[in-house]
């Protein structure tokens, strides 16, 4: 018998899930839905343990010019031949998630932003030996990287055009527009409101985002994520290029979260089929614009703990070839460390 693929959750890499054998909930139809309906800029709105971060971890590889095809075979998008010769791997990719960019006061904040920026566009190393790029285009890479004491040096004016400027660097090197990826766009904002420096976080970020989403002329689309969409001395001031896909949009409503035909299939992958009705009144209590979904985070951990329940019955109740049950008595171990019972 072929042994399951692991349930685990907690695990926001495609590219682990798909390399390491794990259960995947196939949502790359995603990309044909983007592709058909998207606008310049693409703003998805969803709550928290929904899959955003995965799926744009999954953007991230289809798009990526150093992805890896072979992360979607025998997946959904493999089918659409035509728009895969076209789309996949042709794109350079700039994807960062905002999630850890927090801190006690508005420097702090700023500290973590440059170190997720400069760690992103030190992936993109190949620039420094790029015959495309001028000894001032360079200059302008060494300035978003450079490193003193540990932390990312880039002064302020340099940060705020970091994502412009690594755009147009990449465009200049692979003679191709950028997509730009930028997960939980909102954490920093709702960091900076608690801690009390919100004023100047907004500032940092609308200039940032105005600078690479605005009037960028090697910009090909961009794809945001975040839990709201921030309106009140907005971010997007100005931005008049911007999807917004909402909770109660129905395009793309089925791509975070769980329909109630991937919780079937899940249960009836692992032999699960009695739980669905449990499942369903706990866990089946979200509508996102025509679909009723699951949150994808409760329904795993669900089934991980189902799961972990029949492995250790088996080491209790053993099955012979004949299907005639024996007791396992030898592995039970009492908490007093005796092998007999009393």
Same mark, same amino acid.
């Given at each position: 018998?072929?042994?399951?693929?692991?349930?685990?959750?907690?695990?926001?890499?495609?590219?682990?899930?798909?390399?390491?054998?794990?259960?995947?909930?196939?949502?790359?139809?995603?990309?044909?839905?983007?592709?058909?309906?998207?606008?310049?800029?693409?703003?998805?709105?969803?709550? +928290? &343990? @929904? /899959?955003?971060? #995965?799926?744009?971890?999954? $953007?991230?590889?289809?798009?990526?010019?150093?992805?890896? %095809?072979?992360?979607?075979?025998?997946?959904?998008?493999?089918?659409?031949?035509?728009?895969?010769?076209?789309?996949?791997?042709?794109?350079?990719?700039?994807?960062?998630?905002?999630?850890?960019?927090?801190?006690?006061?508005?420097?702090?904040?700023?500290?973590?932003?440059?170190?997720?920026?400069?760690?992103?566009? +030190? &992936? @993109? /190393?190949?620039? #420094?030996?790029?015959?495309? $790029?001028?000894?001032?285009?360079?200059?302008?890479?060494? %300035?978003?990287?450079?490193?003193?004491?540990?932390?990312?040096?880039?002064?302020?004016?340099?940060?705020?055009?970091?994502?412009?400027?690594?755009?147009?660097?990449?465009?200049?090197?692979?003679?191709?527009?950028?997509?730009?990826?930028?997960?939980?766009?909102?954490?920093?904002?709702?960091?900076?409101?608690?801690?009390?420096?919100?004023?100047?976080?907004?500032?940092?970020?609308?200039?940032?985002?105005?600078?690479?989403?605005?009037?960028n002329p090697n910009l090909y689309f961009a794809v945001l994520t975040g839990c709201l969409r921030v309106a009140k001395e907005s971010i997007f001031t100005g931005?008049?290029?911007?999807?917004?896909?909402?909770?109660?949009?129905?395009?793309?409503?089925?791509?975070?979260?769980?329909?109630?035909?991937?919780?079937?299939?899940?249960?009836?992958?692992?032999?699960?089929?009695?739980?669905?009705?449990?499942?369903?009144?706990?866990?089946?209590?979200?509508q996102f614009g025509d679909a009723d979904v699951y949150c994808p985070w409760d329904v795993i951990n669900y089934v991980d703990r189902l799961r972990g329940k029949k492995r250790w019955?088996?080491?209790?109740?053993?099955?012979?070839?004949?299907?005639?049950?024996?007791?396992?008595?030898?592995?039970?171990?009492?908490?007093?460390?005796?092998?007999?019972?009393?």
């Open positions: 018998m072929l042994q399951k693929r692991c349930c685990r959750f907690g695990i926001e890499d495609f590219r682990e899930i798909r390399t390491e054998g794990f259960y995947y909930v196939d949502k790359t139809a995603m990309i044909r839905a983007l592709l058909a309906r998207w606008g310049k800029v693409n703003l998805f709105t969803r709550p +928290r &343990r @929904f /899959g955003k971060t #995965l799926n744009m971890s999954m $953007l991230k590889e289809f798009f990526a010019i150093d992805g890896d %095809a072979r992360l979607f075979e025998g997946l959904e998008i493999s089918k659409e031949r035509e728009l895969c010769e076209k789309y996949m791997g042709r794109f350079p990719v700039i994807s960062i998630t905002l999630k850890n960019v927090a801190g006690l006061t508005y420097q702090e904040a700023c500290a973590a932003l440059r170190r997720v920026i400069g760690n992103e566009v +030190r &992936r @993109f /190393g190949c620039l #420094l030996k790029s015959e495309l $790029l001028d000894a001032g285009d360079k200059d302008m890479y060494r %300035a978003l990287t450079d490193i003193k004491d540990g932390r990312f040096t880039m002064a302020d004016e340099i940060l705020v055009d970091s994502l412009r400027t690594l755009s147009q660097l990449l465009a200049k090197h692979y003679g191709k527009k950028v997509i730009l990826l930028l997960d939980e766009y909102d954490v920093p904002l709702d960091k900076a409101f608690q801690g009390g420096y919100y004023a100047e976080m907004v500032s940092l970020l609308r200039n940032m985002l105005g600078g690479a989403l605005k009037t931005l008049n290029n911007m999807k917004v896909f909402s909770i109660t949009d129905s395009d793309c409503d089925s791509y975070f979260g769980f329909t109630d035909g991937e919780v079937r299939e899940l249960l009836s992958y692992y032999g699960l089929d009695d739980k669905y009705e449990v499942i369903k009144n706990w866990y089946d209590g979200y019955l088996r080491k209790i109740i053993g099955l012979t070839p004949a299907g005639t049950m024996r007791f396992a008595i030898s592995s039970i171990k009492w908490e007093t460390g005796c092998s007999k019972a009393r």
